[in-house]
């Protein structure tokens, strides 16, 4: 992979809520790869070589380049989320594998919790305004990338954390960066790493993900702020970059056991 490619493959997925009527149903080949979760109620159709039911939580995988075709005796509801193969190449190749050589196999009616918990956490953030912002989404592409590829291709376990320089430089930037969308990509690049070594070192070296240890980060300079009494809830959230004050108020109960109305000092008037 070139370092063009590296720089142009995008860490986060696409989804897509589908529904399709009974009836002919096509799947035309796309570039991207794309998982295909079952979300509605069971649905009968028959393709070339048997009849199946889809139910809840079973998986289509297709690769890039495919394309499908079957009858569908119901109509069918089904989250589809769409991966970059440049994506998938670069995790295979920081794992130490021929980016050349690795296959997505095409899969029907699977189950695969890690899948369907990927699918369902993206769905839930696009649900609620994407308020994790472009770190959780991102994450969640690798993580889909590397279950994709199987466990063999996930990246071999280094015996050490980040070190205290990336780290120092690491946590400095998301300190002085808080009230921004913070990028995965632009994390580890701060570290001098790739984002997948980068996510798996972070969490050894602080013991949470990326994306949480920002979570907290962020309620804890909300608290600060909220109990100096200088500024409305609603500002606060947005200068410590939260999408919205009821996303900080659900980030702090989590964390803190505490709602922003219970640090509030009245403004003076």
């Known amino acids: 992979m070139t370092g063009t490619d590296r720089l142009a493959a995008p ?35 028959q393709c070339r070589h ?50 050349a050589r690795v296959e997505v196999a095409m899969r029907h009616q699977i189950r695969d919790p890690q899948l369907e918990h990927i699918a369902w956490a993206l769905e839930a953030e696009r649900a609620a305004g994407h308020p994790g912002g472009a770190l959780f989404r991102e994450s969640l592409g690798l993580a889909l990338a590397v279950r994709l590829l199987g466990p063999v291709a996930a990246p071999p376990r280094p015996a050490r954390g980040l070190t205290s320089q990336q780290l120092r430089a690491v946590t400095a930037y998301i300190e002085d960066h808080l009230d921004r969308d913070l990028s995965l990509a632009t994390l580890a690049e701060v570290a001098g790493l790739s984002a997948s070594h980068f996510k798996t070192l972070f969490r050894r070296s602080l013991g949470l993900p990326v994306h949480t240890y920002v979570i907290h980060r962020r309620v804890d300079r909300a608290r600060a702020m909220l109990l100096h009494g200088r500024m409305a809830a609603s500002q606060v959230a947005l200068e410590v970059g939260f999408s919205h004050q009821s996303h900080m108020a659900r980030c ?18």
């Open 11 to 45: 860490l986060a997925p696409h989804l897509a809520l589908e529904t399709r009527d009974a009836g002919l149903a096509t799947l035309a080949a796309s570039a991207d790869h794309r998982v295909r979760l079952h979300a509605g109620p069971p649905s009968h159709g």
């Open 50 to 99: 048997h009849r199946f039911v889809h139910t809840r939580g079973e998986i289509d995988v297709y690769p890039a380049g495919t394309s499908d075709e079957w009858h569908q005796a119901d109509a069918s509801v089904g989250l589809v989320v769409s991966l970059a193969p440049a994506l998938v190449r670069r995790v295979a190749e920081e794992a130490g594998r021929d980016p």
């Open 252 to 269: 702090m109960r989590r964390v803190l056991g505490v709602t922003p109305t219970s640090l509030t000092r009245p403004l003076a008037s």
